[in-house]
Each structure stands twice: as structure tokens, then as C-alpha cells.
């Protein structure tokens, strides 16, 4: 089991999610990636997208500015 990072702050949606698919590629089942973002759209787009892509968006959190997403790989 492989945990991945994927730092966007900074950058504008659709960019993180670019960088998110970038290491997607890279996952295994049970692996994680944690997507570290500080665009609010990432609340509202990633959950739809984790969806239509067959990944498990495990948590999603939000503190002052930054925004916390995990996801893994459905079964």
C-alpha cells in the first residue's frame, strides 16, 4: 500500500485535477492519494469526478484556506 501526495495550492481549477491524474496513474488498489489544494472548486468538482472515475473519495476537509482530499481506488 503506496500513500501519494499531490501539493496544488495555489493553483486554479482545473489544474489540480490535472496534477491529481498525473500520479493517479501510478495507483493500486489500496494505495491512497491526498490532494493538498486551496481553489474552493475542488469542494464542489472532485466529489462528481471521484465519482464518474471510479475512485473512493475517503475524506474531504477544509481548514482556514486549505483544502484536504483522499481518495483511493474503488474496489
Known amino acids: 500500500m ?3 501526495l ?3 495550492r495555489g493553483l486554479q481549477w482545473p489544474e489540480p485535477l490535472f496534477h491529481l491524474e498525473e500520479q493517479i496513474r501510478h495507483l493500486s488498489n489500496l494505495d491512497t492519494i491526498e490532494l493538498l489544494a486551496t481553489d474552493p472548486l475542488v469542494e464542489t468538482e472532485l ?3 471521484c465519482r464518474d472515475h471510479g475512485y473512493y473519495l475517503v475524506e474531504l476537509t477544509k481548514e482556514a484556506e486549505e483544502i484536504r482530499a ?3 481506488l474503488s474496489e
Do not use: F, M, R
Request: hydrophobic share 40%.
Open 2 to 4: 503506496a500513500h501519494y
Open 47 to 49: 466529489p462528481p469526478w
Open 70 to 72: 483522499c481518495l483511493e
Open 6 to 8: 499531490v501539493d496544488a
